[in-house]
């Protein structure tokens, strides 16, 4: 039985760079806010194409700057040493990340 697909990736290219936004499903549409932060978790950047942990580190490998949202999503990142624990921050509970490479 192969790994169900439970996250969006979507993926933008913009000059020599990928921005790669990872999102837990039922998170899209969602808006979350807390101590001023404000989390808006919409359909025209998130949602893309349903995928797997695997193939979502297939996109983070590539990408240059990427948007992540969502637990399984930052668990994903974390697990393959895409960012670090410090970096999350939480809004309403939400986890969030950023990462760029340079």
Same mark, same amino acid.
């Given at each position: ?17 990928? /921005? ?6 039922? !998170? @899209? #549409? $969602? &808006?979350?806010?807390?101590?001023? *932060? ?21 996109? /983070? ?6 948007? !992540? @949202? #969502? $637990? &399984?999503?930052?668990?994903?990142? *974390? ?24």
């Amino acid at each position: 039985m192969g790994e169900q697909r439970k996250l969006y990736i979507k993926e933008y290219n913009y000059g020599s760079g990928l /921005l790669v936004a990872v999102c837990d499903q039922e !998170l @899209v #549409g $969602k &808006r979350y806010e807390e101590g001023g *932060l404000i989390l808006q978790i919409t359909e025209r950047f998130y949602k893309g194409e349903e995928a797997t942990e695997r193939e979502a580190v297939r996109s /983070l490998k590539r990408a240059t700057i990427a948007n !992540l @949202v #969502g $637990k &399984r999503a930052i668990k994903c990142a *974390l697990d393959n040493h895409f960012i670090e624990e410090v970096n999350v921050i939480f809004v309403a509970g939400i986890p969030h990340a950023q990462m760029v490479k340079i």
